[in-house]
């Protein structure tokens, strides 16, 4: 049985660029007609059995600048080849409407032209500055229904911060894919998410539009689940909130300017909602920040995990930084804006102290109750005078969750006296730890 294969081929620049929330037709791409047929030839040549190709080009292959007709006439020839018996290409409506379409036309090849409808709604697509209107998506796809290809149309859930209101979501979503299923072979209901360079990705770090989970959208399409017809594509590209380095900055000081940072809030709402902890990891171990980024070079963390790596359990612990841009899985420590911070913890006034308490406590508790159905056992290891294990304490008794302190206060006294710094790192205090996930982590299973 055959297989179905995707590829991407970019050249030159979307001939648009303007939607309101895509990135890539922004982007412009530098290659030469011959690498670009290479590189499909190739692919091709890899992908032996392929019977349905769908290429994306990030703009449109019908667009004789983007793509002239002889490198168009040449990738259907290439795909004709190979066997293929369906290629999927991409392209807006206008260069459907202006082009005669003849070069799609293939012996022994359905030619399948993907459109993006986005929204049935005129004065939607006027704030998605789309560029089309709802009308020339019909010509379009009655144009190219007439010439006996196919049509295939993407639609968008969520796309502008109009929908925080779900039944107006729910209305034209329903209106869309009712006009989408008269005109289309298939069609695509795609989950939003912020492309880097779109206005969508300004207005998401602004906290005016967030993605919606996957509850969310599940509830939006749950009626053409059974339709042949549709497909749904809810994380259409891995999402995890990325910077690129011109939206970068060094968030260095405190208050809650810090603490609220827009780039925290989204990777805490991303924390909550799109991530899921690594399976097989059971035992979560608070860890403080470290000065040093990622905190994986600093001191402490070296003496930690030099300390604790040895034993069977470590491949099941969790381990998960709190600090003030929150809540912090181990996985992302050396992600952008977590490797580039610092909290000047001397300037802190005892407001200050009670803003870090109660917000991290928050961030600690909402990760709690996202993910508790995961863990076995909490376990934290801090300062016990520090403000950071009072916020774990604190998220703890709303949840009513156990929390295990590793450090105990009379440990930590005997090393203040030494005047040893940082705490956590001084060989007791990881000695302590090594005891306490001994005695609270190795059962039956663990023991040889």
């Not at 360079?197 to 599940?218: R, T």
């Not at 402490?300 to 470590?314: E, M, Q, R, V």
């Not at 006034?349 to 863990?375: C, F, G, W």
């Not at 005047?419 to 609270?440: N, Q």
Request: hydrophobic share 40%.
């Amino acid at each position: 049985m055959g297989s179905e294969a995707s590829i991407i081929l970019e050249s030159g620049r979307c001939s648009w660029g303007k939607c309101y929330f895509c990135g890539w037709g922004k982007r412009e791409v530098h290659v030469t007609p011959q690498e670009l047929l290479d590189k499909l030839q190739r692919f091709l040549d890899k992908k032996r059995g392929v019977e349905k190709l769908k290429i994306f080009s990030s703009g449109s292959l019908l667009d004789a600048k983007q793509f002239p007709r002889w490198v168009l006439k040449k990738i259907l020839q290439i795909v004709r080849d190979a066997c293929v018996k369906e290629v999927v290409i991409e392209s807006r409506v206008e260069h459907v409407l202006q082009n005669s379409l003849n070069d799609l036309i293939v012996d022994g090849l359905k030619v399948t032209v993907a459109m993006g409808l986005e929204v049935a709604d005129d004065e939607i697509l006027e704030l998605l500055k789309k560029g089309q209107t709802v009308e020339e998506y019909v010509k379009a796809a009655i144009k190219l229904r007439e010439k006996g290809l196919g049509v295939r149309t993407y639609i968008l859930v969520n796309p502008h911060p109009i929908f925080k209101d779900m039944n107006l979501q729910q209305e034209v979503l329903n209106k869309s894919v009712k006009l989408a299923l008269k005109y289309s072979d298939s069609i695509v209901i795609i989950n939003t998410y912020p492309h880097v360079d779109s206005e969508l990705w300004n207005d998401y770090i602004k906290g005016v539009w967030k993605p919606l989970d996957k509850g969310q959208f599940e509830k939006l399409v749950a009626k053409w689940e059974s339709n042949p017809k549709v497909e749904f594509d809810f994380n259409n590209f891995a999402f995890v909130p990325r910077f690129p380095p011109e939206k970068r900055v060094k968030l260095k000081g405190v208050g809650i300017e810090y603490l609220k940072h827009p780039y925290y809030e989204v990777w805490q709402d991303y924390f909550l909602r799109f991530y899921t902890p690594p399976k097989g990891k059971i035992y979560l171990l608070f860890l403080p920040c470290a000065y040093k980024k990622p905190y994986t070079k600093s001191k402490t963390w070296k003496a930690i995990l030099s300390g604790i790596s040895g034993f069977p359990f470590f491949k099941k612990i969790h381990i998960v930084a709190v600090s003030s841009p929150g809540v912090i899985p181990y996985e992302y420590v050396r992600y952008y804006p977590f490797s580039h911070y610092d909290w000047e913890e001397w300037k802190e006034t005892p407001e200050i102290k009670m803003q870090y308490i109660e917000i991290t406590s928050v961030r600690v508790e909402n990760y709690l109750k996202a993910h508790s159905d995961h863990y076995k056992k909490y376990i934290a290891y801090f300062r016990p005078d520090s403000e950071t294990i009072k916020a774990i304490r604190r998220a703890f008794e709303r949840t009513g969750l156990k929390l295990i302190e590793a450090l105990d206060m009379e440990t930590y006294n005997k090393i203040v006296k030494e005047g040893f710094k940082p705490a956590v790192a001084h060989p007791i205090a990881v000695e302590r730890l090594k005891t306490i996930l001994k005695r609270e982590l190795i059962g039956e299973e663990d023991k040889v």
